[in-house]
């Protein structure tokens, strides 16, 4: 939890404080709650909550990723599991702005959206490939920008 390490600095000259994240945070009170510190989140989504698009009012994260087109790669090593060697990935890479809405019903209904962006990567043409569909806070403006946060979110295997 973010709160066990506590606010962020607001010094001009530190760098990034960038919560990064598994499944299990795909929470819309966690994002909220790290922003309040002062942090930015990068989180693997897990649910399939409504967002907006700027060319579609409303939609499901899942569908919108799965809608973008590659627009850019990266080749990662894959740590072997289970007793499986590891192994190179060629990893398609799209990304897009996004609105995320609180979900309804629940103590965050009256929250403000989250602005972010939707970083997809996947393993192209391979059933049952890789994927990961990641909700960053932190601004993607180019492909650095979304290899980048790969890079972060594949660091957190080493991290737990």
Not at 83 to 111: D, M
Not at 127 to 133: A, N, T, V
Not at 137 to 160: F, H, M, N, P
Request: aromatic share 8%; glycine share 4%.
């Amino acid at each position: 939890m973010v709160e066990s390490i506590g606010q962020a600095p607001s010094s001009t000259m530190t760098p990034l404080w960038v919560s990064v994240e598994d499944r299990e945070s795909d929470v819309f009170d966690y994002i909220k709650r790290s922003q309040s510190l002062g942090w930015h989140g990068l989180v693997r989504i897990c649910h399939n909550r409504v967002i907006t698009t700027a060319e579609v009012t409303k939609n499901n994260r899942k569908t919108y990723a799965h809608s973008l087109e590659s627009m850019t790669y990266k080749t990662i090593v894959l740590r072997g599991r289970n007793g499986e060697p590891q192994r190179t990935v060629r990893l398609e890479v799209a990304w897009a702005p996004v609105t995320i809405h609180p979900p309804e019903n629940s103590p965050y209904s009256k929250e403000e959206n989250i602005s972010g962006w939707c970083i997809r990567c996947w393993e192209a043409g391979v059933d049952d490939g890789l994927e990961w569909i990641l909700l960053t806070t932190v601004k993607v403006q180019d492909a650095d920008d979304a290899l980048q946060q790969i890079d972060w979110y594949s660091c957190r295997w080493i991290i737990e």
